[in-house]
């Protein structure tokens, strides 16, 4: 079973700063197999990355993803308020055919 | 555009079986997306339960697999949940998404769980 990790647990941070997100698979996941979701308080989680590094439709260019293997990141090149929320990474493929991450916590310091 | 609607009780006795429906709007069921459920623990992370395909093709997680029931009636456009022996453990907020997913020649291209419903709490006492 594919297990996803991600680092740091929350990430206290300010407007405007820059964010980067870890997702560490314990094997090797392809690229085209990696995404990214960010889920606020009460609301379903929404897509924000497939593939490791296309943005979904609709989400801003601030939004990045990158890595490949076993090394995946979310980056968020300067906050916006309305970025602080939890963020899931997703494998797809392996057993079980979807793994979500314990996520990360974006919270305003 | 595609709206998900979760629908069901809200409360389960334990022992019980969880029966929660996914109302597929703004189109067709028979599209090319896996239905899914997945739910979410108070407090915790994301747990994928299964999907469905129109045809009537399912993917299971492993870990749930000898409970779970997903099925689909084109029909009403919509897919069910049925969750067997519950305890509370499966205390969760269930949502209902579909996956985008692509197989060319064999290869498959997932654009991930792009729609989602707004969630359901279902509660085991």
């Known amino acids: 079973e594919i297990v996803l990790t991600q680092s740091p647990g929350t990430l206290s941070l300010s407007p405007g700063e820059r964010a980067t997100l870890s997702c560490r698979a314990s094997?090797?996941?392809?690229?085209?197999?990696l995404l990214w979701y960010q889920q606020k308080p009460g609301q379903a989680p929404r897509l924000l990355i497939y593939?490791?590094?296309s943005r979904a439709t609709g989400i801003p260019d601030r939004f990045s993803g990158s890595g490949s293997g076993t090394d995946f990141t979310l980056t968020i090149s300067s906050l916006e308020p309305e970025d602080f929320a939890v963020y899931y990474c997703q494998q797809y493929g392996s057993s079980p055919l979807y793994t979500f991450g314990q996520g990360t916590k974006v919270e305003i310091k | 555009q595609v709206q998900l609607q979760e629908s069901g009780p809200g409360l389960v006795k334990a022992s019980g079986t969880l029966s929660l429906t996914c109302a597929v709007s703004g189109g067709s069921i028979s599209s090319s997306k896996w239905w899914s459920w997945v739910r979410q623990p108070p407090g915790k992370g994301l747990e994928w339960i299964g999907s469905?395909?129109?045809?009537?093709?399912?993917n299971y997680n492993p870990s749930l697999k000898s409970r779970v029931i997903i099925s689909v009636d084109k029909s009403k456009n919509q897919f069910s949940l049925r969750l067997s022996s519950v305890t509370a453990a499966d205390t969760a907020v269930y949502y209902c998404?579909?996956?985008?997913?692509?197989?060319?020649?064999?290869?498959?291209?997932?654009?991930?769980?792009?729609?989602w419903g707004q969630g359901t709490t279902v509660t085991v006492s």
């Open positions: 469905i395909y129109h045809s009537g093709s399912t």
């Open positions: 094997q090797t996941v392809g690229s085209s197999y």
């Open positions: 998404a579909s996956a985008h997913i692509v197989v060319v020649t064999g290869h498959h291209y997932f654009y991930g769980m792009d729609v």
């Open positions: 593939a490791a590094s």
